[in-house]
């Protein structure tokens, strides 16, 4: 009797028993330490040094247990190298390419980065495994590759969705001896823009269409100018120093007496404005710090000038934001200002052109400022990271050295003609001036879209009105740049 | 070992009744039994750890995310330092309480006139249930929003923030541009947009309440109507003292799954904006707040939505 | 109601004329049914408007989506669109993981539902109503907000600690399975009841179950059936409508789920996935951007294509079962 009620007794509370001791060892945090150990036992940073002569040593950190050195050929004297040479691609040991890397991208490869990526598989026989992921998870995908210690090597980090949060967050920190962060090839001023604290986010190389589409230009086609009665081309102008404001204000007007079209169209109307050099938002790399600039008095002028222009351009009738690349082609609008995206004629912008010319035709100009010598070149953010506890940190880098260098994406070849050709090149020159659009972002960070609806009032207002939109936004904008503030001070360690 | 031997038959009434009472709940629990070790793994642990999330500072490190305490701060910087949480907060709030009866009324009135017998029938009835498969997630989103260079297919908001115009062929579909065509004066136009977008927006979301209204029509005797009807009641006393109360259970289940479908559309501005620092700033902390909070509102008034409904109307109907 | 009328060979037969009140009752039932016939077909349009919208684009050829004056009617129609639309989406790799993940959680999903569903609805313990009330909040939390932590559980899952309680006896208290990428993220929250709207159906089950009669079950109790017999044998068979019900929702809902398959999954993506990224995929085809949204009404039409079909074959059973006993008593 006893005994049967203590099994009755035991076996209605034995389910909940072994649920509370499952539930007990399930909380234990899992993947913890001890398995790190096992991680780093096998994957361990090696770093490869080049020896003057070109050859190369590996040089571990910590002991291995079995896997073999690369020694290829020759050892030397172990110095550290922070720069490429030319035949880099040779100094990658076998280890780092048997690892082969794991590249995280929110879009498919063109086919110019495709070639890349399958010549740098050839070369060095170090697979990459490329996962696509939709732009709207793209964040929270990485996170939980990094969460679960399945870190992706390289991160791609061109859009400015991304910044500042994923890049500081999600990012490791480059080093300056793994990526040879000294060589000329990298494009300081893009990486400057994910730079914290002395810490580098993400890469860039000079010039190469994947870093460098998004630095702003004015496309137009000289056929359609032309019948629009316009006499000088803008890039005839532009050659001779006459490019500015006016000149692209006149040729605007022109074209819209002439055809009743839209004179000027474009992609981010902030662009124009920001070609005066100073944004609503800067950020300084030296001390990790944003700022609002229209606390400062000057420039407040000279954000309302810039900003005046648009107006002007907009009271006439003479100018809309669109994302239509084909209206160019077909002769609705005279210019359109947009991103160097589609100077790449593998991106088709222009493939159903119907002007007389064909595609072949299109030419670009840098957007104009108020003279030409006081004019810069405005740009996104647009690098690529290396996730936070990647496993293959070497082959990432290169990789990135690889595949970023115009020279291996037949970027040569993928111009329209020698004169885009010639003003793409102007204007990802180290020696070009350039300022970093990088308001949108501060303000999106905290309120979605938000600066897409202050860029609309401050187009659309009149040109008197704008000091008082400025003012308007000027909390929105302060609040914005504190809150990423303060994302970039307790965030990056 | 039995202490009390007093009242023998009712102990022994009270241990068979109580015997069998306990085999069914235990049978019951065997049933749920599953369910609740799913719960409690696959729901419970992580809603936790998201609560935990919403109190600290979390940052994503290899094989873990690591949080630091730091009790309400992230509460407060949403409510104090946001500029527009607290205004998708209460806007999310009432679109939902504004929505719900509209969506639960509409589609009674559909179900209703379903019901009847018509030529016809069955074909309306499959045709409204469609949106369920056309409507409901991915197709919706792709052919609602432009995407760089390519504009949307259906074009429908009256936001004028939008000024990018659509490309040739097609762009037909705008309605705005429609009624801009005919030259109303702009306020017209843009109110008119507006209800077009609403009407549309619910009509699509009424899909699977309509088909829920019309099974529970179904189960109400016809006999129920013919006899009021010799009693002389008219339509709207027929609708009012036997159609409603018959319908009180399929009621709340249309209620209950408006409220989630609601709640969890993806055009709610407080998910969007929680969603928005998760996955392009990597904020889990401020994000987690964000979510906590509002579904503390939400579970409130879903709570208490039911409540009343239950004590008020059920008691009534029943 | 028609009158009915003696009708007497070789008598003449009479028009009658129609009173007064039978014309207005006449009227105002012709009225009522254009009235009707107009809101349906108000309300059907609206509805179906997607619909139509995705067909005309989807078979307009690439002239069409350039040419302005092109609106709804295709001046050269063709099918290329869907051939674009079917490398893009990668439709038969696509489709079967989409079938092999979704659909078979979906129904697995059905049964483990009804199962918990019947204990909330027939039996009587303590926590009942609490747990239920727990059934709707999982219903109402998206996933997005416990997105991390479960897919962390999978990464390193230790059935639900049993892994932690075996490895600590064999010395290796951390062994865990990684889960992630198999389609067992999706069968194991199904198999226990907590998959994609499950709190939803489980509601929908019980209130069924709840206006079950009892006889049914009483009677089976009465020839000695114990209650998992009774429900295997009794009451699943009764619920045929609600079955299919919940089958259809579920189907949907899991075809349609893209942010945990992006997440769990690496390659190998199922179709809504495809879905999701349809844009790049046809850039990288060629497609310029002018013309895509005809491919894109293409992929969407082909996406929904395998559940329409189902939708077509069911939808009679669905809609007259639904008539005849009703889903909620």
């Known amino acids: 009797m006893k005994t049967r009620n203590l099994a009755k007794f035991l076996s209605k509370y034995f389910a909940l028993i072994l649920a509370m001791v499952m539930l007990f060892t399930a909380c234990a945090p899992a993947g913890d330490i001890d398995d790190d150990d096992e991680y780093e036992e096998e994957y361990e940073e090696e770093v490869v040094v080049t020896n003057p002569d070109g050859t190369t040593t590996t040089v571990k950190q910590t002991t291995e247990n079995g896997g073999g050195t690369a020694n290829n050929g020759g050892s030397g004297s172990s110095t550290k190298s922070t720069t490429w040479g030319s035949n880099y691609i040779k100094t990658m040991s076998s280890t780092v390419a048997k690892k082969g890397i794991h590249v995280l991208m929110w ?80 494009n300081k001023n893009q990486m400057n823009t994910v730079t914290a604290k002395g810490k580098t986010f993400g890469a860039a190389i000079t010039g190469s269409f994947i870093n460098e589409d998004i630095n702003y230009l004015v496309y137009y086609f000289p056929s359609v100018l032309k019948q629009a009665g316009i006499t000088t081309m803008p890039y005839d102008l532009w050659k001779s120093g006459k490019w500015n404001w006016d000149a692209a204000y006149n040729i605007a007007k022109t074209f819209y007496e002439k055809t009743k079209k839209t004179g000027i169209e474009f992609l981010d109307r902030d662009a124009w404005a920001d070609s005066c050099g100073t944004g609503l938002v800067t950020y300084d790399y030296k001390n990790s710090t944003f700022t609002n600039n229209l606390a400062n008095a000057s420039k407040k002028k000279t954000i309302v000038n810039a900003w005046s222009q ?45 002007v007389s010319g064909g595609a072949k035709s299109v030419e670009v100009v840098p957007v104009p400022a108020a003279s030409q010598s006081s004019a810069y070149v405005p740009y996104r953010s647009k ?10 940190v070497e082959g990432a880098a290169y990789f990135l050295r690889y595949y970023l260098d115009p020279a291996n994406t037949n970027q040569e070849n993928l111009y329209y003609n020698s004169k885009c050709k010639e003003v793409f090149k102007y204007i990802t020159a180290a020696s070009t001036k350039k300022t970093f659009m990088c308001a949108q972002s501060v303000v999106n960070y905290q309120t979605k879209a938000k600066f897409e609806e202050i860029r609309n009032k401050l187009s659309e207002a009149q040109s008197s009105a704008i000091q008082t939109v400025l003012d308007s936004y000027n909390p929105t904008i302060t609040s914005a740049v504190n809150a990423a503030n303060k994302l970039v001070s307790t965030r990056v360690k | 070992m039995e202490s009390k031997v007093i009242q023998i038959p009712d102990l022994d009434k009270k241990r068979r009744v109580k015997g069998i009472e306990s085999k069914k709940s235990m049978y019951g629990r065997m049933f749920i039994l599953p369910w609740c070790i799913g719960m409690a793994f696959f729901f419970i642990i992580p809603l936790i750890q998201s609560l935990i999330y919403s109190f600290s500072t979390v940052i994503v490190d290899p094989g873990e995310m690591s949080t630091q305490w ?24 009432t679109s939902f309480f504004r929505s719900l009866p509209i969506v639960v009324i509409v589609s009674l009135i559909l179900a209703m006139v379903l019901n009847q017998k018509f030529k016809g029938r069955t074909f309306f009835r499959a045709i409204y249930f469609l949106p369920v498969i056309i409507a409901t997630g991915v197709v919706m989103q792709l052919l609602t929003k432009n995407l760089n260079g390519v504009d949307a297919i259906i074009t429908l908001s009256a936001d004028t923030t939008n000024t990018y115009t659509s490309s040739g062929g097609g762009g037909g579909m705008d309605f705005t541009t429609i009624l801009n065509s005919l030259r109303f004066p702009e306020d017209i136009t843009k109110t008119m947009s507006s209800l077009i977008t609403s009407i549309f927006n619910t009509l699509w979301s009424c899909g699977i309440p309509i088909i829920l209204f019309i099974s529970g029509l179904q189960t109400i005797p016809e006999q129920l109507y013919e006899a009021s009807k010799v009693e002389g009641a008219t339509k709207w006393e027929e609708f009012w003292y036997i159609t409603l109360p018959m319908l009180a259970q399929t009621l709340l289940l249309v209620i209950v799954f408006s409220m989630i479908d609601l709640l969890t559309s993806n055009t709610n501005p407080v998910l969007n904006q929680a969603y928005q620092y998760m996955n392009d700033s990597a904020v889990y902390d401020i994000s987690g707040a964000m979510l906590w909070l509002f579904f503390a509102i939400v579970a409130g008034t879903v709570g208490i939505v039911i409540f009343l409904y239950t004590k008020l109307l059920l008691k009534r109907w029943s | 109601m028609a009158k009915e009328k003696l009708i007497i060979p070789g008598a003449q037969q009479t028009k009658s004329k129609l009173s007064k009140y039978q014309v207005q009752k006449q009227t105002k039932s012709v009225l009522v049914s254009i009235f009707r016939y107009v809101l349906l077909i108000s309300v ?27 609106v709804w009617i295709s001046k050269t129609p063709s099918f290329n669109n869907f051939k674009n639309a079917w490398l893009g989406l990668d439709y038969l790799n696509g489709l079967s993981r989409t079938v092999i993940v979704g659909v078979v959680s979906a129904f697995i999903e059905v049964i483990s539902c009804a199962v918990a569903a019947y204990g909330f609805a027939r039996f009587k313990f303590k926590g009942n109503g609490f747990l239920f009330a727990l059934v709707l909040f999982t219903a109402i939390v998206p996933v997005q907000v416990i997105a991390i932590p479960l897919y962390l559980n999978f990464r390193f899952f230790n059935l639900f600690g049993l892994t932690g309680l075996i490895g600590g006896i064999f010395g290796n208290p951390e062994f865990v399975f990684d889960l992630t990428n198999t389609p067992l993220t999706f069968y194991l929250p199904s198999l226990f009841g907590v998959g994609l709207r499950s709190g939803l159906f489980i509601f929908i089950y019980r209130q069924f179950f709840l206006g079950l009669p009892k006889e049914l079950e009483e009677a089976a109790y009465i020839d000695g059936a114990g209650p998992l017999k009774t429900f295997l044998r009794v009451i699943i068979p009764s619920s045929g409508v609600v079955i299919v019900t919940v089958s259809i929702f579920s189907v949907i809902w899991h075809w349609n789920e893209y942010f945990l398959s992006v997440l769990y999954f690496n390659d190998n993506l199922p179709l809504s996935v495809s879905l999701t990224q349809i844009n790049s995929r046809l850039s990288s085809l060629g497609v310029t951007f002018e013309t895509q949204q005809g491919n894109m009404a293409a992929a969407c039409l082909l996406f929904m294509l395998p559940m329409l079909i189902m939708y077509i074959f069911l939808q009679r059973k669905f809609i007259q079962s639904v008539d005849r006993v009703g889903i909620v008593g």
């Open chain 1, 107 to 186: 879009r498919s490869y063109s086919k110019g980065e495709k070639a890349a990526v399958e010549s740098f598989q050839k070369l060095t026989g170090c697979k990459v495994r490329t996962t696509v992921v939709p732009s709207g998870q793209y964040g929270t995908k990485l996170q939980s590759l990094i969460a679960g210690k399945d870190s992706p090597d390289v991160v791609c980090l061109d859009s400015d969705q991304y910044w500042p949060g994923l890049a500081v967050q999600s990012c490791q920190p480059l080093d300056k001896y793994t990526f040879r962060l000294d060589d000329s090839v990298w």
């Open chain 1, 310 to 354: 648009i107006s002007k351009l907009q009271s006439a009738n003479l100018c809309k934001e669109s994302f239509d690349t084909a209206k160019l082609g077909r002769g609705d609008c005279g210019m359109y200002c947009s991103i160097s995206y589609g100077v790449n004629s593998e991106n088709d912008w222009f493939g159903s052109v119907s």
């Open chain 1, 383 to 392: 690098t690529w990271g290396v996730a936070k506890g990647a496993k293959n």
């Open chain 2, 70 to 93: 730091v009790g309400l701060d992230n509460y407060k910087t949403i409510l104090n330092e946001d500029p527009t949480y607290t205004d998708n907060l209460i806007s999310a709030v």
């Open chain 3, 44 to 70: 059907g349009y609206i509805i179906l408007y997607p619909l139509f919208a995705l067909i005309a684009y989807s078979i307009m050829s690439r002239t069409d989506l350039l040419d302005p004056s092109v």
